[in-house]
């Protein structure tokens, strides 16, 4: 976990995970707390974190360095599970690579979804810099920036 998502990250886990073993190959498939998921191991190594997972996590201040804030009109729709646009990224934490799993949050540090972001955070403060700088690049900052897998409304309780 701290690895991936930063020192002390791990620490926010109780002793008494729930692991999950894959039948095929007796390799680590998924892991929780009391009956709720927390993450899942994906193929390239990374883990596909819950909501759940995410707001145990956020806790600790070095995840924020995972996270990533989008713009106020973005908040609705990436709650309700709706990819989240480069151009409507705010900020982003230093540990966002691309291909990484992420937190979207909003400036009071809740969680609004997971998901996996498709670049890194060179990318996302290089446009950010640009547009406060009003260079005409619109153009240029298009396209998804983060598929949400999950969000706060998007969940059937």
Do not use: W
């Not at 039948?23 to 709720?36: H, L, M, P, Y």
């Not at 810099?129 to 900052?141: R, V």
Request: with cysteine.
């Amino acid at each position: 976990m701290d690895f991936i998502f930063g020192n002390g990250i791990s620490s926010v886990l109780s002793e008494n995970l729930d692991i999950e073993y894959s039948k095929k190959t007796g390799k680590i498939k998924s892991f929780g707390i009391n009956d709720r998921l927390v993450g899942t191991f994906r193929t390239d190594g990374g883990i596909a974190l819950t909501i759940y997972g995410a707001t145990l996590f956020i806790k600790q201040k070095y995840f924020l360095e995972n996270c990533i804030v989008p713009i106020d009109d973005a908040v609705s729709f990436v709650s309700e599970g709706r990819s989240l646009f480069v151009k409507h990224v705010f900020s982003c934490g230093s540990n966002v690579k691309s291909g990484s799993d992420v937190a979207i949050i909003d400036k009071n540090e809740s969680i609004l979804a997971v998901g996996r972001s498709l670049f890194s955070f060179d990318y996302y403060t290089h446009n950010s810099n640009q547009l406060e700088s009003g260079d005409n690049i619109a153009s240029q900052i298009r396209g998804i920036g983060v598929k949400i897998r999950e969000g706060i409304k998007s969940r059937s309780s």
